[in-house]
């Protein structure tokens, strides 16, 4: 996260790699709670995401002589679950689903989003029928609309989860992308493109594309630890991934069967969600801020 | 008057358009892989019962022609017999009505309760710390997700200090008090914040000065002049906010066992009892739209600057 404008108070002759640590230093200075969040979230994504080179096992295989292991005891930090599992181990496989399922959503509902959007604003015809769907999509709440999808799609699997999500998530961005375009449309800019020959399809993806883009983007940084907490909850109940892939949902699914006799292999998934949730949505909501500031 | 009324049957032409292309979706619940019979049929069906069952129930027939029979029973409330309660879909989904709406009713209380004290006190206050103090609690209630606080407060509350029931709803009204908190945390903080805003954007405009100047006292400025114009967009929020609990209780009707339509719709997903998902889907559909197309015929009413300009 460095910022480019440092370059006019940064001393002449210092190498470009330098000159970034030194903005990313200015900007830890500025705004430390932001800095810290941003490296705990890196930290945690690295670590989930290289968990097989880091020597965390299998996170189905499971011990049933050390079944409900406290945490602490030696070998398994975190406890173990009822099927005597190694929590730590499934709580970092679980991050890993949980973050490529919704950034995978994520990036599929902004491009629908944007696509469907720039068709609306753009090709007249297309305008009614595109926004008639959206009041459509808009009479369903959320997960009630993921409920009617998954029973459509015929039950639970990773890509059926991200079909859900890219479904119930791309509303937004056409609505916003629309709106803008058609403030765009008649920019001096655009005008300037027809004039010199730009056809409907390049004015749309070279010239009002990369205007709404940010904002879109932006959206999406709000949007990613909502989809995080719509997976979860589909998952724990039972309408995300299979059962055999471990997710943070499952795992308090799992762990609230035995609540009352083990706490930690329910409790300690649920508090690892909502820290991370939290630091997602303090982030999106900085990066939101950060924009309407511009 | 007939710029209202025509307001107003533009925006029934509108629900009425999303109610029919909802039926295209509801009724592709069953029929989107195709053939609703692999679905229904338990796996140890034998290919010939299978063709019989496909055949008594038309499911052999194009795709159009179902639709229009299904859109013909589903208008008359007619979503076909419960595969698992032996009785008429709709009628299992109306039977868990009443346990959803006094869950969704005291929950939406709560949101009041909580929201409009908290955008008034930062409203007011107007200073760094009672901003901070609603980002908090903003940032708290929308990155806690609801089933994570309700995990929580039953190992607090029912696992550790044996104060409340951890589910179903048998004991009123302890077995209320955790479900309406955790659903009120899926709208308090979005709520707060819109009233939050609209208040702060009618403090500071010509009026509310002049109310002041003219030496009315807080009480009849905030109250009468400042906050009756900041709830209207507070009552869409409130439109918008009905799906939102739709959505939260059915998440929080599994967790804590809680006899209502989510529970239900969830469970007869996993029983492939179709008839009931679809049947649950319609109502909280027709639900969502009713009140919103309410919301939105009230507030010409509400507001006479409205009226004016549709």
Not at chain 1, 12 to 23: C, D, F, I, K
Not at chain 1, 214 to 236: C, G, N, R
Not at chain 2, 175 to 194: K, N, Y
């Amino acid at each position: 996260m460095s910022t480019p404008a440092v370059t006019a108070s940064a001393p002449v002759a210092v190498p470009s790699g330098r000159r970034e640590l030194h903005g990313a230093a200015r900007f830890a200075r500025r705004h430390p709670v932001i800095a810290g969040e941003v490296v705990l979230i890196v930290l945690i994504l690295l670590v989930s995401l290289a968990a097989p080179l880091l020597g965390f096992g299998d996170p189905n295989h499971g011990d049933l002589l050390q079944s409900v292991a406290k945490p602490g005891t030696s070998g398994h930090l975190l406890g173990t679950d009822v099927q005597g599992r190694d929590i730590l181990t499934r709580v970092v496989f679980s991050i890993r689903t949980s973050v490529l399922i919704s950034l995978a959503a994520t990036v599929a509902a902004l491009l629908l989003g944007l696509g469907l959007g720039l068709l609306a604003g753009t090709v007249r015809w297309l305008d009614t029928p595109i926004m008639r769907l959206v009041d459509i999509q808009m009479a369903f709440p959320a997960l009630v609309l993921a409920i009617a999808v998954v029973a459509a799609l015929g039950g639970a699997s990773i890509v059926n989860v991200v079909v859900v999500l890219t479904v119930t998530g791309w509303v937004g961005y056409a609505r916003v992308c629309r709106a803008m375009v058609l403030s765009l449309r008649n920019a001096l800019f655009v005008d300037a493109a027809r004039a010199a020959g730009a056809t409907s399809t390049r004015i749309a993806w070279r010239h009002l594309a990369p205007n709404v883009l940010p904002t879109l983007v932006a959206m999406a940084v709000a949007q990613f630890p909502m989809l995080m907490i719509q997976e979860a909850s589909l998952s724990y109940l039972g309408l995300g991934v299979p059962a055999s892939t471990p997710t943070l949902g499952v795992m308090m699914q799992d762990g609230q069967q035995a609540l009352f006799t083990a706490w930690w292999p329910c409790v300690e998934p649920a508090i690892v969600m909502a820290v991370l949730v939290l630091i997602l949505t303090s982030l999106g909501d900085y990066a939101s801020r950060a924009l309407n500031r511009t | 008057m007939p710029t209202l009324l025509m307001a107003v049957a533009r925006r029934l032409m509108t629900m009425i358009v999303a109610l029919f292309g909802a039926t295209i979706i509801i009724f592709l619940i069953l029929h989107l892989t195709g053939d609703p019979t692999t679905a229904l049929l338990p796996d140890t069906a034998t290919p010939s019962q299978i063709a019989a069952f496909r055949h008594a129930n038309g499911f052999d027939r194009p795709i159009f022609v179902q639709y229009v029979e299904f859109l013909s029973h589903m208008v008359r409330g007619d979503f076909g017999q419960s595969l698992r309660y032996q009785s008429p879909a709709l009628q299992v989904v109306l039977d868990r009505l009443p346990a959803t709406a006094e869950l969704m009713g005291i929950s939406v209380l709560l949101t009041l309760l909580v929201s409009m004290p908290l955008a008034i006190f930062v409203a007011v206050r107007d200073n760094t710390a009672a901003r901070a103090l609603l980002r908090v609690t903003t940032v708290l209630g929308q990155g806690v997700p609801g089933f994570v606080l309700a995990i929580l407060m039953i190992f607090v509350f029912s696992v550790q200090l044996h104060w409340l029931p951890s589910s179903g709803n048998r004991q009123f009204p302890q077995d209320l008090i955790m479900p309406s908190i955790v659903l009120a945390s899926f709208t308090i903080p979005q709520v707060t914040r819109v009233l939050q805003t609209s208040l702060s954007e009618v403090l500071r405009s010509d009026y509310v000065r002049t109310a002041r100047a003219k030496g009315l006292p807080p009480r009849s400025v905030y109250g009468k002049h400042a906050l009756r114009n900041a709830l209207i967009p507070f009552l869409t929020l409130l439109g918008v906010q009905v799906g939102v609990l739709l959505g939260g209780s059915v998440v929080t009707e599994t967790i804590f066992g809680w006899p209502g339509i989510g529970q239900l719709m969830v469970q007869a997903i996993s029983n492939r009892d179709y008839p009931v998902v679809q049947a649950g889907v319609a109502v909280v559909v027709v639900a969502f739209l009713v009140v919103n197309t309410l919301v939105d015929i009230t507030y010409p009413w509400l507001d006479p600057r409205l009226r004016r300009a549709s």
